[in-house]
């Protein structure tokens, strides 16, 4: 049974930073695709980024990342603590959100790596506030 628990999310000022983290607890393969969502109020599930961990023969490490977040929001895996994080800098104040960890244990990351029905393992969400 794989479980995903972020840490507390928290605030900061727009143009400042924040670090999200996801620990997974349980057994997973390295044909994972790990994902951060968000979700603000009145609005739909939104992918944010996505990273896939694999051997190099099989594409080594292949990231996705929402076009509002490319260049500010960092996503990366760590191995050996099974924790997945998520880097926010230059927080803007439409990143304001729940924001979700998600796990698709069936494959590495593709192009539809953004659709949230791909994914079966969801942590239970963490709040990110972002001030003027």
């Known amino acids: 049974q794989v479980r995903l628990a972020e840490s507390a999310g928290g605030s900061a000022q727009a143009g400042g930073s924040l670090r999200l983290s996801c620990v997974v607890f349980?057994?997973?393969?390295?044909?994972?695709?790990w994902a951060w969502f968000r979700q603000a109020p009145g609005k739909e599930r939104e992918g944010v980024a996505s990273?896939?961990?694999?051997?190099?023969?099989?594409?080594?490490?292949?990231?996705y990342y929402a076009d509002s977040v490319k260049g500010r929001f960092t996503i990366s895996r760590d191995n050996a603590d099974d924790t997945v994080y998520l880097q926010l800098d230059r927080l803007k104040p439409e990143d304001a959100a729940q924001y979700y960890c998600a796990a698709d244990l069936r494959r590495v990351c593709a192009d539809d790596w953004s659709d949230p029905s791909k994914y079966d393992y969801w942590g239970p969400g963490t709040q990110v506030t972002v001030s003027e």
């Open positions: 990273i896939s961990v694999g051997p190099a023969y099989a594409g080594g490490i292949t990231e």
């Open positions: 349980g057994s997973v393969y390295s044909r994972t695709c």
